[in-house]
């Protein structure tokens, strides 16, 4: 019987766009190496040769039947199933493990036959970390049957399997895996969670860009100018509503890595400046920001709504003497906007703090925290986003250069607008709000301009802030609050917060609110109760964040479960 | 005009309890280093004393009239108020700051007048950070007046001041603020808010055990065996009213820097071994969990809930090939419970991860992560801890011996009860879910005999677990699933869940649900849908750990903005 040459397996063209780059560089191995590389393949693939004859002769010794020798190393696992070899992770295989046994779990990315005698398998885990896999009849000594390489041969894409095998050095490097340097030899398969016949998506279509952003169930379309056959697209919906595969798919992992990270490098920033992180509540008793697109609930015989921010408890944290505080949690817009843009829920992640002598010391922290965050995925995360990139392809994220960041007021920002913006701004005012055509505009001026895609608009004007805004005390038409941009997209707002309650009640009555009605009521009360310090603060959008870093075409491919008016589940 | 001599204010007693034991160890100083310091004051004084005589010439030589030459040194703030001098926190106040004039923003904790031309106050500013304050009339070369005096001795309790000072060493050690080495010799006063006349709370309450723990409005009460004048004692209901008095109460403080702890401890524990943050949703499609104690609310045309725990979520990510996971966020119950361990919102410390052959590996996974907390608080925390047990007394929380960790069977933990348990618990079932009583019963027992408030039940009853608990393949009325405890007091839930479609929908139906019904047919579909490898995990609650820890008598005290049925605000 022949044994199974180490060969590299045809690259699967579908999968092909996601896995390349990373196979590329796991890949690049220098001549000399490639050289050495093979010497050693061919020793062990004579080495396993004997190996295998020996095995023939003890089995024709002993008289073996020609019956399944291998049953008991294949199939179904049972829960007293228990391989003794070394558990490795594919990410942790290195030349040490030549010619070794270990065993590895990890879901079956493709399998088919190679004649009778011979499956090829590859197997992933961890994310995008792929191996190939070999198993052929009686390599080796340890039994390998007909039937058991016809299992694993038909295995379901997508299933779970525990596997024994013999680390190898394929002939040559293999290109359709990240690990090319390394292949298995399979002596020993157990299937420990089958997948289905027909998946709801695939990895190919997983591993694209989705199609359709709308809430239509679109399988598969075509990539323009190429067919359906060469590339299939599934829509945002079709991903949604298969989590499982639409979460394996590396691009899906990268951007979850790199949306951890953003959060990661929020609180560590933040941590080192004594900021305390705190937890505010989801139900509050009452509507606080005016009502409008709040939700709302029955709650013990009264009604209870869902915060629209952490604003007020942020707050009352300063009040209560925390200095400092930022929280990461959801917040709910009971908004009817169906938007790449928005969601019904997300996560903020939210800070406060006192101010010493200027409000700018908030928008510099603010400032600071995003320029760690930015700095820290450019220095930890290339894999992730290049990975991403060859998914959906972005320019290079612009920052500006240390102490050259760019803060426009928002008048100047209208300016810039009106003289040198498109037609349609010649006439914008500076007390209305921008609209998001306008800030993308001005988004694209300020690239040009100023070579960064991250910036401030400071001094909004009193009409576009809420009554907590403070006025700036020498000019009361503006106030001492902004908004930071992401690619000409708003990620943040914040500002200094009025902290004197007679000064709270006047600004409250100015929008054309009472300060003593409910909701409100309550957080005045807190600035009479005691003497509040002033403070600022700023809250920023996760996903909005990750997606406008990523040029991705939706926060929903961001967010871990997307809350849109039509989509609550999975 | 006599200078102001260091001098120690006269302690109040009503804040002594919680102000004592951090004074206490900051006054610590050896008698060698105490003499030295004696000296050095007298230094400092007697060249204050010639400096005020200076300026008094100066004064009088300059012809200024007796009106007041201090009006712009005092008063209310203005927004273009500056002050030149170095911003210091009082931790940062060390020698090298002796006679040098620094800035300060601080609460004022007390305010009083010494005869008409001298007054004392307490600043405090981070937490329990408090120093002594005096201001004289016309010391040390700055003009200082009897009305600014005057200002200074009749601010109110609890406004908010900035404050220019000269650093100086008291005669002796002042024994009623934190920073006893040194006192404040004011030459500025700005207040920047004042609080009202009258406190809703003040510091001395807020920083006293709370009295009753329901909604009852008792605003003072006598502590037992005093008079309600010696020791008054808010009722939890006026603390939580009162949010910004009683945070800023040292022991609210070192509760929620405990509670951070861990949070912080759990995060880091988890990021070392892997484990990726993600969020689960808190608005959900279907009442995924059988449908009781859930909130539901309108959601653009049809119903949404809120989640209950993020099991479901968690189950997706290891669906997904994330391996190990872990979030943390808020979980709703909508159980009318009117006890000091229930919320409606809760800060739930969730993790999954996918078990390679036993599901004690998740089980040591969850010990770890609370020995690690456990272990950390003793570490670093000990004198926050010290500092909540002056009001809220506790016996040390005794762990296992490393190695020694105690892990009983559901059904050794009744046999424990029964045989050596109350009178009332001969007959309890192995088969039956345990009472709260039973459990706090089973608590000292196991205290009593393996020297242990931390513990674990395993293998409960298939009656008192979910549908997703897996059952034991070896015996089938048990599950893989376990409760950990404190002080006899449950704080995790957790186990190995049902990984393979075709158990799962045995496991639903078994529980008297439809494997297909809306919200659990969604769930069920995840398993259909891919191979899931074998999973567990468990929720942690939050706040239950933080105050079992400590022996707190609500957790309440520890919930940032606690929701119950009868409190839905602040």
């Known amino acids: 019987m022949a044994e199974p040459a180490p060969t590299a397996a045809p690259q699967d063209p579908a999968v092909a766009p996601a896995a390349a780059p990373a196979a590329g560089e796991e890949g690049a191995v220098s001549k000399k190496g490639a050289k050495k590389a093979e010497a050693k393949a061919k020793k062990e693939a004579e080495k396993a040769r004997k190996a295998a004859e020996q095995a023939a002769k ?4 002993g008289g073996a039947n020609s019956e399944d020798l291998a049953k008991d190393n294949y199939g179904e696992i049972k829960h007293t199933t228990r391989l003794s070899s070394e558990n490795v992770h594919l990410r942790e295989i290195t030349e040490a493990h030549l010619g070794k046994t270990i065993k590895v779990r990890a879901w079956i990315q493709n399998a088919r036959m190679q004649g009778a005698k011979m499956a090829f398998v590859e197997l992933r885990e961890e994310g995008n970390w792929t ?3 070999v198993v052929g009849a009686s390599p080796e000594g340890t039994p390998v049957s007909r039937q058991m390489v016809k299992y694993i041969g038909a295995l379901k894409l997508e299933s779970f399997v525990m596997v024994e095998a013999v680390v190898q050095k394929p002939l040559e490097p293999v290109k359709s895996t990240k690990v090319s340097n390394f292949e298995l030899h399979l002596t020993k398969l157990y299937l420990v969670a089958t997948a289905p016949e027909m998946l709801g998506l695939s990895l190919a279509p997983a591993s694209r860009a989705v199609g359709r952003l709308d809430e239509e169930e679109v399988k598969e379309e075509g990539v323009e100018g190429l067919s359906i056959t060469d590339t299939p697209v599934a829509s945002l919906a079709v991903h949604l509503n298969n989590p499982a ?3 394996r798919a590396p691009v899906s992992q990268a951007i979850a890595d790199i949306r951890i990270a953003v959060e990661d490098l929020f609180c560590e920033y933040l941590r080192a400046r004594r900021f305390k992180r705190f937890h505010p509540p989801a139900l509050i008793g009452a509507a606080s920001e005016g009502g409008a697109n709040v939700f709302s609930l029955p709650y013990f015989g009264q009604n209870a ?5 952490p604003q007020f408890y942020k707050q009352f944290e300063i009040a209560g003497g925390r200095k400092r505080v930022f929280c990461v949690g959801p917040v709910f817009r009971a908004e009817n906007s169906n938007t790449p843009r928005h969601m019904t829920e997300f996560t903020g992640l939210d800070l406060e703090m006192e101010i010493d002598e200027h409000y700018h010391e908030v928008l510099h922290m603010l400032e600071g925290v995003l320029l760690h965050i930015f700095r820290g995925l450019a ?5 992730e986003i290049e990975l991403v990139r060859t998914v959906y392809p972005s ?4 920052l500006p250069e240390p102490g050259k960041e760019v803060r426009l007021t928002f008048a100047e920002g209208q300016k810039l607008l009106r003289e040198e913006g498109p037609e349609e701004y010649r006439n914008v005012s ?4 921008m609209s998001t055509p306008q800030e993308k505009a001005l988004g694209a001026l300020i690239r040009e301009k100023y070579k960064t895609d991250f910036y401030v608009l400071d001094k909004f004007p009193v009409e576009a802030r809420p009554f907590y805004a403070l006025p700036d005390p020498e000019n009361p038409k503006v106030t001492n609050a902004y908004d930071f ?3 000409g997209q708003e990620i943040l707002s914040g500002g200094q917060r009025v902290h004197l309650p007679h000064e709270l009640e006047a600004t409250i009555r100015s929008k054309g609110l009472d300060p003593n009605q409910p909701g409100i009521k309550e957080y005045v009360d807190v600035f009479r109760s005691v003497g509040v310090p002033p403070h600022g603060g700023g809250g920023i959008g996760l996903d909005r964040v990750v997606a406008w870093y990523l040029n991705l075409p939706s926060v929903h491919l961001v967010c871990d479960y997307p809350r849109t008016p039509k989509r609550l589940a999975p």
Chains 1, 2 share one sequence.
């Open 58 to 61: 003890q089995a024709a010794a």
């Open 485 to 487: 941009f992401m690619r």
């Open 379 to 383: 220095k930890d995360y290339s894999e």
């Open 245 to 247: 595969m639409h979460k």
């Open 131 to 133: 191996i190939q896999g």
């Open 395 to 398: 320019d290079e994220f612009l």
């Open 430 to 433: 500076d007390d209305e709000d």
């Open 305 to 309: 709504y869902l915060a629209q921010s």
